[in-house]
């Protein structure tokens, strides 16, 4: 089996991963850490991956990598012709300088 495999079903999308190769992957090559308790590892991975966070976002919210990641995908879909498309915006301005307005 490889790594991961994905598939969609009935709204889901489904990521399979292998268990062993994610386990490897976990704990590396760090020399200081060894697997104990395998299905306490596991439940603990599971329940929280997807909330590991990532970054600080600009309402100084702490954002998931998942977060970051469905983003990277979603704006990488327009440069690619994958399904997704950038619309225009056209914001309008009183036609003063944007760095010198006041909002006022």
Same mark, same amino acid.
């Given at each position: 089996?490889?790594?991961?495999?994905?598939?969609?079903?009935? %709204?889901? +999308? +489904?990521?399979? +991963?292998?268990?062993r190769?994610?386990?490897?992957?976990?704990? =590396?090559?760090?020399?200081?850490?060894?697997? /104990?308790?395998?299905e306490?590892?596991?439940?603990?991975?599971?329940?929280? /991956?997807? #909330?590991? #966070?990532? @970054? *600080?976002?600009?309402? @100084?919210?702490? /954002?998931?990598?998942? &977060?970051?990641?469905?983003?990277?995908? =979603? &704006?990488?879909?327009p440069? #690619?012709?994958? =399904? /997704?498309?950038?619309?225009? *915006? #056209? *914001?309008?301005?009183? %036609?003063?300088?944007?760095?010198?307005?006041? %909002? %006022?």
């Open positions: 089996m490889d790594r991961f495999t994905t598939t969609r079903r009935e %709204g889901r +999308i +489904i990521l399979e +991963i292998d268990e190769q994610f386990l490897a992957d976990a704990i =590396g090559s760090a020399e200081d850490l060894r697997l /104990v308790d395998r306490e590892f596991l439940r603990f991975a599971l329940a929280n /991956v997807y #909330t590991l #966070t990532h @970054d *600080v976002d600009q309402d @100084d919210e702490r /954002v998931s990598w998942w &977060k970051r990641l469905a983003e990277s995908l =979603g &704006k990488a879909a440069a #690619t012709n994958h =399904g /997704v498309r950038r619309d225009t *915006v #056209t *914001v309008t301005t009183c %036609g003063c300088d944007p760095e010198e307005h006041d %909002g %006022g």
